[in-house]
């Protein structure tokens, strides 16, 4: 038996989706640290994110996990109608913790200015930019992010990588799903290769 | 006690995107207040004031509605993948449908009083007794959302969803829609045991339908 | 999270009996088919046409047996997540449907000679005809559900409560119907005061129409466990 440590592990987990098989006999293990997972697109990076975070049922095999999760897919997951500051106090307060960290991260990442304004009158790159400040807002444990440049501009990557960067320095779990991005290799303490729903530890 | 607090924090977010983009109320009450009018035209007034018809017809109305507000509330869920966002939280799964219930029941009082009015003005029907009438049709608006909403969750991301969702809710939907119909009506006549008994049932329906709501739909959520 | 079993098949038992079961559910068929029609004595009030009623019993009997089958097949796929129960639970729906509609069918033909009308608002009828559509409801959420165990997971949600609902939705007609006073006749719909051989009649004819969907669910099963062998192996 471990420490008690965060991080998130799938056993001979097995993901069928729509009659196909997206994940086959996968073992992960993600401890602190930044974990990069790669692959082509259509190798099952997204699903076994989703995987780790419990969102899709696996066929097979189980998942543990310890701390929270915070998983940020390749949209943005904010409510329309909300502004991106009410989004992200839904979060928080719905984890049980405070709030005082929001107004700080959501200028940190630029969208200071519009936070109170509703999300869907946001541009796709500020949307980006709100969700991602959740990783600062809510202090979570387990980081998931799923293409996380993806809207950014270069302003928002070289925040996006300190982020990270000051995540993993803090004994988070950062697992980052992404097909580029050679800039986050020196901060990575573990690979995972993705092929066609298989996955070896690089 | 966190479980009611989450419950409760989702439903105020519900209700705060509704209050900003209204999309729901105004898609559900546009419909009722098309049909009260329509109505009265196609049946005829004498008819159309008949206290049976009345309520039946704003029952099934006020049932398609909910669909309305349900549909169009999951369908904000989806955009940007909030519901994901939700989701993925801690306890997310199960908060969902209890704080949609209470969210949705709101925004269907909302609905059925502007509907009432609609067609209590429209009709001109004599009300014998209101405070049942009111008593009724609270407790019928809190016995329709849990099944809408847990055939909604159902339906999520099919083709066909809309077309779906009224094969699936409706028939589930008949004790609920006979009660408020006869209760209303004996309300409208007033018929004040009668109106009390359907009152009681429509309320152990919401209660039984909330409770299996909560234990199954958590289950339904992928 | 509970594993998704899928078995390796159906049991190698099930093919050697299906014939046999086959048989017996054709040759009782004939047995309560001949007691219906010839041995059963005439009923005094309805004449001949009360016959129906042993087609139109047994049809309700397995109507909602099929129901209770897909409830307790749904609680086992939620419970135990083993796809065996899936087959059991589409398998019971498909064959519940056809003897639902049936049953509706069966009511009408006997409504029209004794009440002069092809559809009345009994409530045991109303109660068969929205159990009808929820069932129908059931195989169009399992036709538009693309993934196996999504699919399986939402029909098995709806399979559970459109059970319970059916009760529900019973005596909620009931209740409606017993202030509004129906016609007496109406209400005398079921069956005559039947003497022993129209008892027995009546019995020997569950006994066929149960094996019928007993040989009905083996055969419905066995392929359905056979596509999800093949789903899962490629």
């Given at each position: 038996?471990?420490?008690?440590?965060?991080?998130?592990?799938?056993?001979?987990?097995?993901?069928?989706l729509?009659?196909r098989?997206?994940?086959?006999?996968?073992?992960?293990?993600?401890?602190p640290?930044?974990t990069?997972?790669?692959?082509?697109?259509?190798?099952?990076?997204t699903?076994?994110?989703?995987?780790?975070?419990?969102?899709?049922?696996?066929?097979?095999?189980?998942?543990?996990?310890?701390?929270?999760?915070?998983?940020?897919?390749?949209?943005?997951?904010?409510?329309?109608?909300?502004?991106?500051?009410?989004?992200?106090?839904?979060?928080?307060?719905?984890?049980?913790?405070?709030?005082?960290?929001i107004?700080?991260?959501?200028?940190?990442w630029?969208?200071?200015?519009d936070m109170?304004?509703p999300v869907e009158?946001?541009?796709?790159?500020?949307?980006?930019?709100?969700?991602l400040?959740?990783?600062?807002?809510?202090?979570v444990?387990?980081?998931?992010?799923?293409?996380?440049f993806?809207?950014?501009?270069?302003?928002?990557?070289?925040?996006?990588?300190?982020?990270?960067?000051?995540?993993?320095?803090?004994?988070?779990?950062?697992?980052?799903?992404?097909?580029?991005?050679?800039?986050?290799?020196?901060?990575?303490?573990?690979?995972?290769?993705?092929?066609?729903?298989?996955?070896?530890?690089? | 006690?966190?479980?009611?607090?989450?419950?409760?924090?989702?439903?105020?977010?519900?209700?705060?995107?509704?209050?900003?983009?209204?999309?729901?109320?105004?898609?559900?009450?546009?419909?009722?207040a098309?049909?009260?009018?329509?109505?009265?035209?196609?049946?005829?007034?004498?008819?159309a004031?008949?206290?049976d018809?009345?309520?039946?017809?704003?029952?099934?109305?006020?049932?398609?509605?909910?669909?309305?507000?349900?549909?169009?509330?999951?369908?904000?869920?989806?955009?940007?993948d909030?519901?994901?966002?939700?989701?993925?939280?801690p306890?997310?799964?199960?908060?969902?449908?209890?704080?949609?219930?209470?969210?949705l029941?709101?925004?269907?009082?909302?609905?059925?009083?502007?509907?009432?009015?609609?067609?209590?003005?429209?009709?001109?029907?004599?009300?014998?007794?209101?405070?049942?009438?009111i008593?009724?049709?609270?407790?019928?608006?809190?016995?329709?959302?849990?099944?809408?909403?847990?055939?909604?969750?159902?339906?999520?991301?099919?083709r066909?969803?809309?077309?779906?969702?009224p094969?699936?809710?409706?028939?589930?939907?008949?004790?609920?829609?006979?009660?408020?119909?006869?209760?209303?009506?004996?309300?409208?006549?007033?018929?004040?045991?009668?109106?009390?008994?359907?009152?009681?049932?429509?309320?152990a329906?919401?209660?039984?339908?909330?409770v299996?709501?909560?234990?199954?739909?958590?289950?339904?959520?992928? | 999270?509970?594993?998704?079993?899928?078995?390796?098949?159906?049991?190698?038992?099930?093919?050697?009996?299906?014939?046999?079961?086959?048989?017996?559910?054709?040759?009782?068929f004939?047995?309560?088919?001949?007691?219906?029609?010839?041995?059963?004595p005439?009923?005094a009030?309805?004449?001949?046409v009360?016959?129906?009623?042993?087609?139109?019993?047994?049809?309700?009997?397995?109507?909602?047996?099929?129901?209770?089958?897909?409830?307790?097949?749904s609680?086992?796929?939620?419970?135990?997540?083993?796809?065996?129960f899936?087959?059991i639970?589409?398998?019971?729906?498909?064959?519940?449907?056809?003897?639902?509609?049936?049953?509706?069918?069966a009511?009408?033909?006997?409504?029209?000679?004794?009440?002069?009308?092809?559809?009345?608002?009994?409530?045991?009828?109303?109660?068969?005809?929205?159990?009808?559509?929820?069932?129908?409801?059931?195989?169009?959420?399992?036709?538009?559900?693309?993934?196996?165990?999504?699919?399986?997971?939402?029909?098995?949600?709806?399979?559970?409560?459109?059970?319970?609902d059916v009760?529900?939705?019973?005596?909620?007609v009931?209740?409606?119907?017993?202030?509004?006073?129906?016609?007496?006749?109406?209400?005398?719909?079921?069956?005559?005061?039947?003497?022993?051989?129209?008892?027995?009649?009546?019995?020997?004819s569950?006994?066929?129409?149960?094996?019928?969907?007993?040989?009905?669910?083996?055969?419905?099963?066995?392929?359905?466990?056979?596509?999800?062998?093949?789903?899962?192996?490629?």
């Open positions: 038996m471990r420490t008690v440590q965060s991080g998130a592990s799938l056993h001979d987990a097995t993901v069928v729509d009659d098989v997206i994940l086959r006999a996968v073992n992960v293990v993600v401890g640290g930044l990069l997972v790669r692959g082509p697109n259509g190798s099952g990076k699903t076994l994110l989703r995987a780790l975070a419990g969102l899709v049922p696996l066929a097979r095999g189980d998942r543990r996990l310890a701390g929270d999760v915070l998983y940020i897919g390749h949209r943005p997951m904010l409510l329309r109608g909300l502004s991106a500051r009410e989004n992200l106090e839904f979060f928080a307060r719905f984890r049980g913790g405070d709030t005082r960290a107004d700080g991260a959501l200028r940190a630029g969208v200071g200015e109170d304004r009158r946001l541009s796709a790159g500020e949307r980006r930019r709100a969700s400040a959740r990783v600062e807002a809510e202090r444990q387990v980081l998931l992010l799923d293409e996380p993806a809207d950014l501009d270069e302003a928002g990557a070289v925040r996006l990588r300190q982020t990270i960067a000051r995540a993993r320095d803090d004994g988070r779990s950062v697992v980052v799903a992404t097909h580029a991005h050679p800039e986050l290799d020196d901060l990575a303490k573990a690979w995972i290769a993705l092929d066609d729903g298989d996955a070896t530890a690089a | 006690m966190i479980a009611l607090y989450r419950i409760a924090l989702v439903a105020a977010r519900e209700l705060r995107a509704e209050r900003r983009q209204p999309d729901g109320v105004v898609a559900a009450v546009t419909f009722i098309v049909l009260v009018l329509l109505e009265s035209l196609v049946v005829g007034p004498q008819i004031r008949d206290a018809v009345a309520s039946a017809l704003f029952w099934l109305a006020l049932a398609f509605a909910t669909i309305l507000a349900t549909m169009r509330s999951f369908d904000r869920e989806l955009e940007d909030a519901l994901e966002g939700l989701v993925a939280l306890g997310g799964r199960d908060a969902l449908f209890g704080g949609k219930v209470l969210a029941a709101m925004v269907l009082v909302l609905v059925a009083t502007v509907g009432g009015i609609l067609s209590l003005v429209l009709l001109d029907l004599p009300v014998a007794l209101p405070v049942h009438l008593v009724v049709v609270l407790l019928g608006v809190l016995a329709l959302p849990p099944i809408v909403i847990v055939d909604v969750v159902l339906a999520l991301r099919l066909a969803r809309a077309a779906l969702v094969i699936l809710a409706l028939p589930v939907l008949v004790p609920q829609l006979v009660a408020a119909t006869r209760g209303t009506s004996a309300a409208l006549s007033g018929d004040a045991v009668g109106a009390l008994s359907w009152a009681g049932l429509l309320f329906f919401s209660v039984v339908y909330t299996i709501g909560l234990t199954i739909v958590p289950a339904a959520i992928e | 999270m509970t594993d998704t079993t899928i078995s390796r098949g159906t049991p190698y038992w099930m093919p050697r009996i299906r014939p046999w079961l086959g048989i017996a559910a054709a040759a009782s004939v047995v309560a088919s001949v007691m219906a029609l010839f041995w059963a005439t009923d009030v309805q004449g001949n009360y016959r129906i009623l042993y087609v139109h019993v047994p049809l309700a009997w397995l109507a909602y047996l099929a129901f209770v089958v897909v409830f307790l097949a609680i086992g796929w939620l419970w135990t997540r083993n796809a065996v899936d087959a639970a589409v398998a019971s729906a498909e064959i519940g449907v056809l003897f639902t509609g049936l049953f509706l069918v009511g009408s033909i006997w409504a029209k000679p004794t009440w002069g009308v092809w559809w009345t608002w009994e409530p045991r009828l109303v109660t068969t005809a929205v159990m009808f559509v929820m069932y129908v409801g059931y195989l169009l959420l399992r036709g538009l559900s693309t993934d196996f165990s999504r699919r399986a997971t939402r029909a098995a949600v709806f399979g559970i409560i459109a059970v319970i009760p529900i939705v019973h005596l909620s009931l209740w409606a119907n017993s202030l509004h006073q129906l016609p007496t006749v109406l209400r005398a719909a079921g069956s005559p005061a039947l003497d022993s051989s129209m008892l027995l009649t009546l019995m020997v569950l006994f066929a129409y149960t094996l019928i969907y007993a040989y009905f669910m083996s055969a419905r099963v066995s392929l359905e466990v056979a596509r999800q062998v093949r789903l899962w192996t490629t």
